[in-house]
Nanobody, 127 residues
Framework: QVQLVESGGGLVQAGDSLRLSCAAS????????MGWFRRPAGKMREFVAT????????TYADSVKGRFTISRDNTKNTVYLQMNSLKPEDTAVYSC????????????????????WGQGTQVTVSS
């Protein structure tokens, strides 16, 4: 059973930065496509970013492109989300997800395309 544990969330001011981490255990992390999603209060979960197993393919939501960077360290079984220039509209619970199977692309934006999920970490950006 794969377990994903997020960390690094918190309360920050607009313009600040945060780095989220997602540590995986119980599976073959280096073969998974990893994604970050977020759920603002009272809204549906939405895609943020995804990275394929080799870090050769990255995809971002338009709302975070140029501000957020997804990366991974397969030696540490961890995926990261560096968030810069944070805005109040970035406030949400951020969750990481893992998709089994090595893929050359990182074009998986739908929640149903992922097999495992973490519990999430709250990010609050004040204005």
């Amino acid at each position: 059973q794969v377990q994903l544990v997020e960390s690094g969330g918190g309360l920050v001011q607009a313009g600040d930065s945060l780095r989220l981490s997602c540590a995986a255990s119980g599976g073959i992390f280096s073969t998974y496509t990893m994604g970050w999603f977020r759920r603002p209060a009272g809204k549906m979960r939405e895609f943020v970013a995804t990275i394929n197993w080799s870090s050769g393919s990255l995809t971002y939501a338009d709302s975070v492109k140029g501000r957020f960077t997804i990366s991974r360290d397969n030696t540490k079984n961890t995926v990261y989300l560096q968030m810069n220039s944070l805005k109040p509209e970035d406030t949400a619970v951020y969750s990481c997800a893992a998709r089994r199977g090595m893929s050359s692309s990182a074009s998986f934006r739908r929640t149903y395309e992922y097999d495992y999920w973490g519990q999430g970490t709250q990010v609050t950006v004040s204005s």
